[in-house]
């Protein structure tokens, strides 16, 4: 390899790093811990995205075909309130896919946040999973 290749290897590595920093800091994977003895642990990623933030949540042990609501609440699992400051798809069969329209990661990492899953439609008072986001 000559210098000039060397040189041009060197450029290149450099504009690289950058761009893996952005996309590092765009992501987030949130540990989900079960409540209540559901036995429901599991992870929510977190993405940005042009249009908000995309919630992936994935739980073990998911009773099967049940709705269980899933919100983003002020708050901690520790101390959360009561109202849903945002809504998620419901989790089925330990799975849900949802899209926080107009809202920034960096938003919800404060750590004034959690993704708290609900038993079910019926049981909205019993906590299954929750996570802490930030
Ligand atoms: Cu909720």
Avoid: W
């Amino acid at each position: 390899m000559n210098a000039y290749r060397l040189g041009a290897f060197a450029l290149a590595a450099a504009m690289l790093a950058p761009a893996c920093a952005f996309a590092a800091s765009d992501s987030l994977t949130v540990p989900m811990k079960a409540l209540n003895d559901s036995g429901e642990t599991g992870t929510a990623v977190l993405t940005q995205q042009d249009d908000g933030v995309h919630v992936v949540v994935t739980l073990k042990n998911a009773p099967k075909d049940t709705a269980q609501p899933t919100h983003i609440h002020i708050g901690t699992c520790g101390n959360i309130n009561k109202a849903p400051e945002y809504a998620l798809v419901n989790t089925v069969d330990g799975k849900g896919d949802s899209v926080v329209k107009g809202v920034k990661l960096s938003d919800l990492t404060s750590g004034k946040y959690a993704i708290n899953v609900h038993k079910s439609g019926d049981d909205l008072g019993t906590y299954v999973s929750c996570g802490d986001i930030k």
